[in-house]
């Protein structure tokens, strides 16, 4: 079984532009620490970045058809507005850990309000792209319960 690590809008773009923010590592550095800490443990992972919405919906729904056992997903903007990427977490069983680089709880107002936390199993905010191992630490671990 693996895990999908799912990115969105401009999260192709890490490591480009503003690292005080996001840090200084690129999306590929990102892929690589998650494959390898996957790999440790024989689970595969799949990497899967877009810009685009329907996109992203699409991945979801494949994902709960090709057995995949759960999703690390930074939904980038998105997160503040997708009620479509909402339903499509809702419309599968798979766990998704909702991952954001910086504090979202810190910043603008209208980056404090996640559309899909609810659709989540947690969201981890605020702890640089060392979120996203812990988001599949998670994952590997529930893995291994099951
Ligand atoms: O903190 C996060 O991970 C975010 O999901 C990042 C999104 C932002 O819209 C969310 O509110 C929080 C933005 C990703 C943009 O990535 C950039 C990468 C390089 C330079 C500028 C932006």
Avoid: W
Avoid at 35 to 61: P, T, W
Avoid at 120 to 139: E, M
């Amino acid at each position: 079984m693996d895990l999908l690590l799912l990115n969105g809008p401009n999260l192709n773009r890490l490591g480009k532009r503003e690292p005080d923010v996001y840090g200084h590592e690129t999306l590929e550095d990102i892929e690589l620490r998650i494959r390898k800490l996957c790999m440790d443990q024989n689970v595969g992972l799949l990497c899967f970045q877009s810009n685009h919405e329907g996109a992203l919906i699409d991945r979801i729904h494949q994902a709960a058809d090709d057995g995949t056992y759960g999703i690390v997903f930074n939904p980038g903007a998105y997160t503040h507005t997708s009620i479509a990427i909402r339903d499509a977490i809702a419309s599968v069983e798979l766990p998704v850990v909702e991952v954001h680089i910086s504090n979202i709880h810190k910043r603008e107002p209208f980056r404090q309000q996640s559309m899909l936390a609810p659709v989540c199993v947690g969201q981890i905010s605020g702890l640089g792209t060392d979120g996203y191992v812990l988001g599949a630490t998670y994952l590997l671990d529930k893995m291994g319960r099951n």
